[in-house]
C-alpha cells in the first residue's frame, strides 16, 4: 500500500499539477465569457471537459520533461522532478504520457470534433516547442508559442464549447494570448542563466533580463487597456472587464518596482511572479463575479 501511495505520488508530481490546475482556468473563462444559460446539463459537459483538460496539460507537461532532458539538467530548480531524479525512468513517463493523452483525446473527440482538432493542433505546437533544437531555442517565437498554447487556443477551447466563432471569442483570446507570452517573459528571466548554459537562445537571453522585464511590465498594461478597449466597444460585454483588469495594475506596477529594487535577483523574481500570478487569479474571480451577476435572474 506504501509503495502504491508513493508512485502515485512520483506520477502526480510528474504532471506539474500546480500548472496543469492553472492552465485549466482559461478554458474555464472561455466558458464564462461565453455567457451560456446556466444548467445542469452544460454544467457536467462543461466540468467533463476541464477533466480533459486535466488529462492533456499532464500529457503535454510529461512530453515537455522527456524532450528537454538534454538541456533541464542545466537548471537546478528542475533536477528533482521525477524524471531528472531517475526516480521515474524515460520508459514508464512515455507509457504515463501516452495513458494520460489517449483519455484526454478519446473522451474529446466524443464530446466535441472540432476541439478535439484544435487540441490536438496545440499540443503538437508544444512538442516542437519542446524538441531539442525546437522552438524554445529562438527569441520572440518562445512567447508566441506560450501565448497561443498557453493563452489563445486554450481560451477558445473553452469559448467555442458554448458558442459559434466569432470576431469577440477571437479579441478576447488575444488578451488572455497576451497575458500568458507575457507571463513566460518573466519566467525566461528567472530561467536566464540556465538557457544561456543550454545553448537557448531565448527572449531575455536575447534582450538582457532588464529589457525583457521592462517589455513584461508593458505588455501587461497594454493588455489592461486592450480589454477596456474591446468592452467598450463591444455592447454585448459588460465595460467592468476592462476597469478590473486596469484596476489591479497599480499594485501590479508596485511590485515590478519592489522587485527592481531588489536587483532583479532569483528570489525577488520568484517573489514577483508569484505575486503577479495572485493578482490575476483575483482578477479572474472579479470577472466571474460580473458574469456572475449578470446571470442572475
Known amino acids: ?162 458558442e459559434d466563432w466569432s470576431w469577440r471569442a477571437v479579441l478576447l483570446s488575444v488578451y488572455f494570448g497576451v497575458i500568458a507570452g507575457t507571463g513566460q517573459l518573466n519566467r525566461e528571466i528567472l530561467d536566464l542563466e540556465a538557457d544561456s548554459a543550454a545553448g537557448l537562445k531565448t527572449t531575455a537571453v536575447w534582450l538582457g533580463s532588464r529589457r525583457t522585464f521592462d517589455l513584461s511590465l508593458g505588455l501587461f498594461l497594454l493588455s489592461a487597456v486592450f480589454l477596456l478597449a474591446v468592452s467598450w466597444m463591444d455592447d454585448g460585454l459588460p465595460v467592468g472587464l476592462g476597469i478590473a483588469a486596469l484596476l489591479i495594475q497599480p499594485f501590479h506596477i508596485r511590485a515590478y518596482r519592489q522587485c527592481l529594487a531588489a536587483g532583479l535577483s532569483r528570489e525577488a523574481l520568484i517573489r514577483y511572479i508569484r505575486g503577479y500570478r495572485n493578482l490575476y487569479a483575483l482578477l479572474g474571480l472579479a470577472f466571474g463575479a460580473i458574469f456572475g451577476w449578470r446571470m442572475l435572474p
Open 1 to 162: 500500500m506504501v509503495g502504491a501511495v508513493s508512485s502515485f505520488k512520483l506520477y502526480w508530481s510528474s504532471v506539474r499539477p500546480k500548472e496543469s490546475l492553472m492552465m485549466l482556468g482559461v478554458p474555464a473563462l472561455g466558458i464564462l465569457f461565453a455567457e451560456p444559460p446556466v444548467t445542469m446539463d452544460l454544467m457536467g459537459r462543461s466540468a467533463l471537459l476541464l477533466l480533459c483538460g486535466l488529462f492533456v496539460a499532464g500529457h503535454v507537461y510529461t512530453l515537455n520533461d522527456l524532450f528537454g532532458v538534454t538541456y533541464d539538467v542545466y537548471d537546478d530548480s528542475k533536477l528533482d522532478r521525477p524524471l531528472q531524479s531517475h526516480r521515474l525512468g524515460s520508459g514508464q513517463i512515455w507509457a504515463f504520457s501516452i495513458l494520460l493523452g489517449g483519455i484526454g483525446y478519446v473522451t474529446l473527440y466524443a464530446m466535441d470534433v472540432e476541439l478535439f482538432w484544435i487540441t490536438l493542433s496545440m499540443t503538437l505546437l508544444w512538442m516542437v516547442y519542446s524538441l531539442p533544437k525546437g522552438l524554445k531555442g529562438y527569441p520572440v517565437v518562445t512567447s508566441l508559442v506560450n501565448s497561443l498554447g498557453a493563452g489563445i487556443m486554450p481560451f477558445l477551447i473553452g469559448y467555442l464549447f458554448v
